[in-house]
């Protein structure tokens, strides 16, 4: 066997977290081919296949799985050694992908993630706000901020807060238009929404909750377009109340008749919990969600 560059366990470790070579290469801050060079490199001075390409990206070989316990090992004491050596302050590096739907993702999580990454120059992030499911099984993602948490599969997962939903309008609008007052007057009104087959989590399907006469006559799969309609003076519209706060210019239309509650959860692969930087941001999360406690219930 030939002497190895023990820097490479770093890609080994990144490949196996990852799934595939590109996300690896995200992790890592490099481009594919270093990966792959890296790895092939390993690989010849091990004389020995670390692992296996299959139609869900890369699966560690018997062997590689060996080297991988070595290697885990390896990045613990390191990081031991960094925080010893630096009085308990340690770098943070590596990438982090997020997926999180559009409502908390672009209205609350972008401007705090800003803000992380300014503190961590090192660290690399991306954030998902597709409207789709997105499978940490399949390393699509490391952590997900979701409705409804697994019920199968080995995750981290803690609820991140509970959040209230409510009927919004603009000013202008509910100065011209018929007056509510009971539930069933909801459905005289036309209302925003999501578009019924494209729906794929049912906590987002709510509008059947208000009434049998509410249906969307203005139907869009954003959030952020469904808050742009209403704003425009385009009817009524389900909001959570932090994005609500966002538009001043919205009220909350008769909240005694017609509120929700839903919660977000923090889904996370336990292998991204046993770095640092998954540590560090998951906290980091429950801390800013702790603080706006105020925005998001009530």
């Not at 120059?121 to 948490?149: C, Y």
């Not at 919990?273 to 999360?285: D, E, H, P, S, Y």
Request: proline residues 3%; glycine residues 8%; hydrophobic residues 45%.
């Amino acid at each position: 066997m030939q002497r190895f560059n023990w820097d490479d366990l770093r890609f080994l470790l990144a490949i196996s977290r990852g799934g595939s070579v590109s996300a690896a290469a995200r992790s890592l801050s490099v481009d594919h081919a270093t990966v792959i060079r890296r790895l092939e490199g390993l690989e010849r001075a091990l004389n020995a296949k670390l692992f296996q390409r299959n139609l869900r990206g890369y699966s560690l070989t018997v062997t590689g799985e060996r080297l991988l316990i070595s290697a885990k090992t390896m990045e613990e004491e390191a990081t031991r050694a960094s925080a010893e050596m630096g009085q308990g302050r340690t770098t943070i590096s590596g990438g982090l992908r997020i997926s999180a739907l559009e409502g908390i993702g672009n209205f609350f999580l972008a401007e705090r993630l800003a803000a992380f990454g300014t503190a961590h120059p090192d660290l690399s992030i991306d954030l998902i706000t597709l409207q789709q499911l997105v499978a940490l099984s399949r390393r699509e993602a490391d952590i997900a901020i979701t409705l409804q948490p697994p019920v199968t599969g080995r995750f981290h997962i803690s609820r991140l807060t509970d959040y209230d939903l409510y009927v919004y309008g603009s000013s202008e609008y509910l100065s011209r238009c018929a007056p509510i007052v009971t539930q069933a007057d909801y459905g005289d009104h036309p209302f925003a929404g999501y578009i019924d087959d494209l729906v794929f989590v049912r906590d987002l399907n709510y509008l059947d909750k208000i009434g049998a006469r509410v249906r969307p006559k203005l139907q869009s799969s954003s959030i952020h377009a469904q808050l742009e309609f209403v704003r425009q003076g385009y009817g009524l519209c389900i909001l959570p109340s932090f994005i609500a706060a966002s538009a001043p210019d919205l009220v909350r239309v008769c909240p005694d008749l017609f509120s929700l509650r839903r919660s977000y959860w923090i889904v996370a692969n336990l292998e991204i919990m046993q770095t640092a930087r998954g540590n560090l941001l998951v906290k980091f999360l429950e801390s800013e969600v702790n603080a706006a406690q105020e925005d998001f219930i009530g």
